[in-house]
């Protein structure tokens, strides 16, 4: 829906918006004073209750949407380019010009993720339509309440608004679209699931979503009764450039490696499992995985020794598992791979999704936080993601009234989820500011927020991703 500019103010006024889409605004016609029509899309982020590191593999996650969100006022325009500013000055303004290939800035520049949006909904085009081809060209301003590097999935909302700029007059169903995005967005490097761009585009107002994968199916599932949802930002960034993008593809890696081990230990008595492409695969074909899980070996391994177990040359396991989607190949650790505690994390943490979907789905609440607290210890245990930070809010959120608390997200940073009564939050909310923001973060020379509410806070499922119609 485009609009002159002044009135698309004016409506969105009107109907009671927040602060942060009149800042986009007024930012878009600043920066873009010869557009006269705007359109404006906005994108949830969400934060994941339970499942983590388990879509890529093909398993289970419970997500939702929340009520933090990127918003994009755009114009479109005949230039085939793109030209892109945010409302936060220290996003430097850029621009590129639209096609099926798109070359990359330099890693971690936030406008991969719009050329990743924008690369995959051109390459979708070009088999489904490709009459509609070019795609024209926009002016884009972005703003946005999502912290960034919290685990909240910034950038993924960041991916699904921009897809719907340049997706607003293809006919792209909403399910297909979220897997395009899902793989689009490996665009900037990470060896990414699902999860993130399927809760952004197919929220639902007061439900989680229980998402399966390959195929994407997502169902709404309640939460309990008279319980709420608290986010803390551990203040420690979760990057997705650097040493954590390399540390979560190595979490990929150690899977497949898993996965070439389960099948050697169990194709003698059933000779499918090889067929297993994906984690996923492998236990439904498997009903005794976790008889095969007991017998992998312990401690780290290196791709030799794994190669040696399973029959096959060392650099047919190299190509096999190693090799990125953009064709490198993963460094091997100093200190090898760890594939037995990363598939008896994700194994586990799968059959821990299923449990607290019927928990919450019946009302369970104790139930539903006892999960989240093991999947905490299993990711900080086995996948080995957590940091001393996240430890220590998690615990500090269950001693001061949480039913459950875990890190939520990738890992190495970001933020911790709790499930907490109604009645309960205010209090665990004041305790958690005074002992981890106050006390506790200056003892880890970590920035102290001068805003309670940006950093921890109650959130409330939405809706997802859309072109506001106002």
């Known amino acids: 829906m485009l609009l002159p500019i002044g009135e698309m103010e004016k409506r969105l006024a009107s109907v009671g918006v927040g602060e942060l889409y009149l800042t ?24 994941n209750i339970i499942g983590e590191h388990t879509d890529y593999n093909g398993l289970p996650v419970m997500p939702m949407a929340i009520d933090r969100e990127i918003v994009i006022a755009f114009s479109p325009d005949n230039s085939g380019t793109v030209e892109v500013v945010a409302t936060d000055d220290t996003y430097p303004k850029a621009h590129f010009a639209l096609s099926g290939n798109i070359p990359k800035f330099e890693t971690g520049h936030w406008v991969n993720y719009i050329k990743a949006a924008a690369q995959a909904v051109w390459n979708w085009a070009s088999v489904h339509c490709p009459d509609r081809l070019p795609l024209s060209g926009a002016k884009l301003c972005v703003g946005g309440n999502i912290p960034p590097g919290s685990g909240l999935s910034s950038s993924s909302a960041l991916v699904v608004a921009s897809a719907l700029v340049f997706a607003r007059d293809l006919n792209i169903d909403r399910v297909e679209l979220a897997e395009l995005l899902a793989k689009g967005e490996r665009y900037v490097g990470t060896e990414g699931g699902g999860m993130d761009q399927a809760a952004s585009l197919m929220g639902k107002a007061g439900n989680a979503l229980k998402i399966d994968f390959f195929p994407l199916r997502i169902r709404p599932v309640s939460l309990p009764h008279g319980c709420l ?175 459950g608390a875990r890190l939520t997200g990738a890992g190495f940073g970001g933020c911790a989820v709790a499930l907490v009564r109604q009645e309960e939050a205010p209090g665990l909310l004041e305790a958690v500011w005074t002992d981890y923001y106050r006390q506790f973060l200056p003892t880890r020379g970590l920035p102290t927020p001068s805003q309670r509410e940006h950093v921890l806070f109650v959130t409330k499922a939405v809706d997802g991703a859309c072109v506001i119609e106002v």
């Open 24 to 47: 986009v605004m007024q930012k878009f016609r600043r920066e873009f004073p010869e557009c006269h029509d705007v359109g404006v899309v906005r994108a949830p982020g969400r934060v």
């Open 229 to 403: 949802i608290a986010v803390a930002n551990s203040m420690v960034a979760a990057s997705k450039t650097g040493a954590a993008r390399i540390a979560f593809n190595t979490r990929v890696v150690e899977c497949r490696l898993g996965l070439e081990l389960l099948k050697h230990i169990s194709k003698h008595r059933n000779p499918r499992v090889v067929e297993a492409t994906l984690l996923k695969d492998y236990v439904c074909l498997e009903p005794d995985w976790r008889a095969a899980l007991d017998s992998l070996p312990d401690g780290p391994l290196t791709v030799a020794q794994i190669a040696d177990v399973v029959g096959v040359a060392e650099g047919e396991l190299r190509r096999r598992c190693l090799t990125l989607r953009d064709g490198s190949q993963l460094t091997e650790p100093k200190n090898g791979f760890q594939p037995k505690k990363r598939c008896l994390h994700v194994l586990t943490e799968a059959d821990r999704v299923e449990r607290a979907a019927q928990a919450a789905g019946r009302g369970d609440a104790v139930e539903l936080g006892r999960l989240m607290n093991e999947s905490h210890s299993s990711c900080a245990e086995n996948y080995e993601i957590s940091c001393p930070e996240l430890d220590c809010l998690v615990d500090l959120l269950r001693r001061h009234g949480a039913l």
